[in-house]
């Protein structure tokens, strides 16, 4: 079984920077896809950005350039570097594991972004 606990998020100002951890439990790390997504208020959860097992990453469009998902197996943990922020970017940000049909998510964290 797998934990996971988010972290990082908070109010800032558009413009401004924010780094999202996820913290995991138990073991095997390594062999998970993970994931950053998000849902705004009213809107569906959709993926913000992925990193496999071997390292390849995808994001979503309204990211790219911006963000930057990233992970350290030595230390069980997951990153969203988020830079430029905008209000559309305002959600509550979930991390999520996966491995065949297994998946584990996060209870999310807050990102609220002001113009």
């Known amino acids: 079984q797998v934990q996971l606990v988010e972290s990082g998020g908070g109010l800032v100002q558009a413009g401004g920077s924010l780094r999202l951890s996820c913290a995991a439990s138990?073991?095997?790390?390594?062999?998970?896809?993970m994931g950053w997504y998000r849902q705004a208020p009213g809107k569906q959860r959709e993926l913000v950005a992925r990193?496999?097992?071997?390292?390849?990453?995808n994001y979503a469009d309204s990211v790219k350039g911006r963000f930057t998902i990233s992970r350290d197996n030595a230390k069980n943990a997951l990153y969203l570097q988020m830079n430029t922020l905008k209000p559309e970017d305002t959600a509550v940000y979930y991390c999520?594991?996966?491995?065949?049909?297994?998946?584990?998510w996060g209870q999310g964290t807050q990102v609220t972004v002001s113009s």
């Open positions: 990193i496999t097992s071997g390292g390849r990453t």
């Open positions: 138990g073991s095997r790390f390594s062999i998970y896809n």
């Open positions: 999520r594991f996966d491995f065949g049909r297994s998946e584990y």
